[in-house]
């Protein structure tokens, strides 16, 4: 299985002992996550502890031009974690630790291994949160990898805007802060936000500076049903567009909400749903609940179902987080396969209505979620991976929602990143913007080792180096 | 003066007539803007029309490695539009052009010389505005290049989190843009916040597109005023703690009241003061004034003072603006020298009680003043530019300032940029990512024409290449 020269795993071997494991379960499990992609295998995963680890290793694979790729939870959806050419798999699940939190400057640095949840949890007694909240539990440091937002992305915006600043080693091996602890700068290049979303590809993140919030005074959430989905759309739009600082919106479709309550023993009303979560003091939330209330019943829909306790909220919002798997798990043996689009709110509706049209001659398990205060939303399929005709469909319907964002101003990804799956989009997103992207990533990497063969198409101004570097290099 | 190869400038103003000018006290303002920093005089000024001609121009200088420089409303404080190695200044007062404003989405895109008046008066019809607003009337295009912010960053952020997309002229002349008009996307490496605050040192921001936001139902403003600083800064930082979303949260000391007051024909009460903003609905903005005046009471504060028509809070932010030239009129001949650091807020109170030592054995007039919400705070010195030993004054108080700013996690500049004036703090704030800033630099800009000078030491990994291939080429 390992394709590396023998010498430089020994060398890796008895450097890190049993930290170090060529078990095919776990090169498996490290080259796919819970993408529907293919795997591609790693030679070798790493557990490693430290940033100086993660640092020791990139100069020992820069040396022999070996690819790396970081690790967290293993929840990427677009094959950002398949070895393509190979290398390293860097694990960061020991690198788990909360270095530092300080309540009364709302932030705090952890180590790019800890979870979403393992902060939430620790941050609870302090009265914080933080509420960037992708539904997976992915690890801290692949969310910023990713660029990752989820359902508070509406009123709490996305980790471009929640990260304050990143530990990075460089393809070098050199170990970079890229930011201080204010709150704001206009001191050089932003590479904080160069490294966000850059998906492994320009560096490995291994510490994250976070900004946090305070636990809202007072929450609540409800549901509301329309028999048209549309008419669901419309109300999310309105409340967008009135300002209303609403901190979750999120649309369920009725196959959604059949899935969902399989899923999770729940008896959701079968029926297209938006499910809102409020954030404020008593008054806030009451002004804010009112204000929906009136948008709901002017475009159809039916009166708010409160979540009034903390138990009824967690349910509501644990079975929305599951609605991948809830999905996925209607049809046995199936993988999810997730799209994402995002688009101005103006052309929501349109864009929705033209997906649900490519969806009526689709017989695989599909449901639409969105998080539509953004304009962003996907459809789960649960996909045979044995059938290649039915790899082909959702391909091909996939392929349409992009292009129809694309035409009217979006994005081919909102949250899930490029990776492998949507490096075809790239060209016709970014234009020649495309070749810049790799100026940096040639200049930054030169020997293309870092997360090889994501976010870059190869027409890209010019080939990625590391394929062949490392061939030569064996 | 003009160093420029005849032959070069012949070409340039046989293309571009009457649109380019050579006039001694045109290259003297366009070399210095309101900086109090030594104008370097570019040789030529060519005021564009379009993209295209920005391109165009981009490409001849880039093919007679002649540096270009663009000049939005002069208003930069740190000698960015010092051109110190001459060549081209791109003045963009007739790109003034507001290209789309969609309403239903939130955004609009512009021409990079229009003004924040500009958009603002353009907005106010439809109910809109656009927050970001850094005193001066900046250039939306300057205010991207240097990663503005200003008095309502507190509650909008700054321009990093407004900047939807940019049309850029790269360094070789080529026209991209950086993103879509999707609210959110994990599209790519950012570009966009990768080019705002690069200072036109990676390529000319052109055009912008913009989040906007409604004009809020409710708007509030009031004073209050403490017997020392402290106490102010102390309640900033409580509000901050709190989460309460007010708008706008200005610290102005003694001082600078005392030279509000005389430039502005107003009465305002002898005494260290916050000055609030609050937007939202009535119910919301009651509630906000309330918790901050209880606030204030507890740490010692008068009651507010309301300006309650519109008419009286638009004479105390214009009072507020003005701070700056207020400062500067004092004293006759002066020009002005405003501080700027940033720190997380935990630290803002030790940090200005270092800066008012500093200030006790200073004869030169100086006020202190704040976006306290931000961590981020002024001295505004009306320097006597021809007294040398006054500069030699105020920049080693500037020095302790941002060292003892970066001792304590903040950074040099929160809102003014480097410019030349910062430089020499960029290695000790970011370390070793200074030479990946270099990097990135001479991967997009070989041959160093663009803004030259600013930004990067000349420690930076490699020397600046611009001066060299320019003289080579003369």
């Known amino acids: 299985m390992t394709r590396l020269n023998p010498e430089f795993l020994s060398q890796l071997r008895s450097r890190f002992g049993d930290r170090l494991s060529t078990s095919p379960a776990l090169l498996e499990q490290h080259g796919r996550g819970e993408s529907h992609h293919a795997a591609g295998l790693p030679d070798a995963v790493v557990f490693i502890k430290s940033t100086e680890e993660a640092a020791e290793i990139v100069r020992l694979c820069a040396r022999h031009r070996v690819p790396v790729i970081p690790y967290g939870a293993g929840t990427s959806l677009e094959g950002h974690l398949s070895a393509v050419h190979g290398g390293i ?10 270095l530092r939190v300080s309540p009364e400057d709302l932030d705090c640095t952890v180590q790019a291994g800890v979870t979403r949840e393992q902060l939430n949890g620790w941050l609870r007694d302090l009265g914080l949160f933080f509420p960037i909240d992708p539904g997976a539990n992915a690890s801290i440091g692949g969310m910023a990898a990713t660029r990752a937002s989820g359902t508070n992305a509406v009123r709490y915006c996305t980790m471009r805007d929640n990260v304050l600043s990143l530990t990075v080693v460089l393809p070098n091996g050199e170990i970079i802060r890229t930011g201080s602890r204010a709150r704001k700068s206009s001191s050089g290049y932003d590479l904080t936000r160069l490294f966000v979303g850059s998906e492994g590809t320009l560096g490995i993140i291994t510490e994250v500076t976070l900004r946090l919030q305070g636990i809202p005074e007072h929450t609540a959430a409800a ?6 989905v549309g008419q669901a759309v419309d109300t999310a739009i309105a409340v967008v ?3 209303i600082p609403v901190a979750r919106m999120e649309l369920m479709d009725r196959g959604l909400i059949a899935a969902v309550n399989a899923y999770s023993h729940l008896s959701l009303k079968l029926q297209n749903t938006l499910a809102f979560e409020f954030h404020g003091s008593p008054a806030a939330v ?3 609940v009112r204000l929906v209330a009136s948008i709901v019943r002017d475009n159809g829909g039916n009166d708010f179902e409160w979540a009034t306790s903390q138990e ?3 349910r509501l919002w644990k079975a929305r987080h599951s609605a991948f798997y809830a999905v996925v798990s209607q049809r046995h043996g199936a993988r999810g396969w997730s799209s994402d689009v995002c688009v101005p709110v103006s052309e929501l509706a349109g864009c929705i209505r033209h997906t649900r049209e490519l969806l009526k001659t689709c017989t695989i398990p599909a449901a639409i979620l969105g998080h ?8 789960v399929f649960a996909v045979d991976p044995s059938q290649a005709d039915e790899l082909e469909t959702v391909a091909a319907i996939n392929k349409k929602m992009v292009q129809k964002a694309l035409s009217v101003g979006g994005t081919c990804t909102g949250e899930h990143g490029i990776g492998t799956g949507k490096i075809a989009y ?3 997103e970014h234009g020649q913007a495309v070749d810049l992207m790799r100026i940096i990533k040639l200049a930054m990497d030169p020997h293309g080792i870092m997360n090889p063969g994501k976010i870059l198409p190869d027409d890209a101004l010019l080939p990625v180096a590391s394929g062949k570097a ?3 290099e064996r």
């Open 286 to 288: 009451e002004e804010q």
């Open 312 to 314: 009824e909220r967690s």
């Open 223 to 228: 549901l509301c049903s329309f028999t048209d």
């Open 241 to 243: 567009q009135l300002g």
């Open 89 to 98: 798999s860097l694990d960061f699940s020991r690198m788990n630790e909360i």
């Open 470 to 472: 490392r061939s030569g």
């Open 426 to 428: 790239m060209r016709q």
């Open 372 to 379: 539509v205060g953004d304009g962003n939303y996907h459809v």
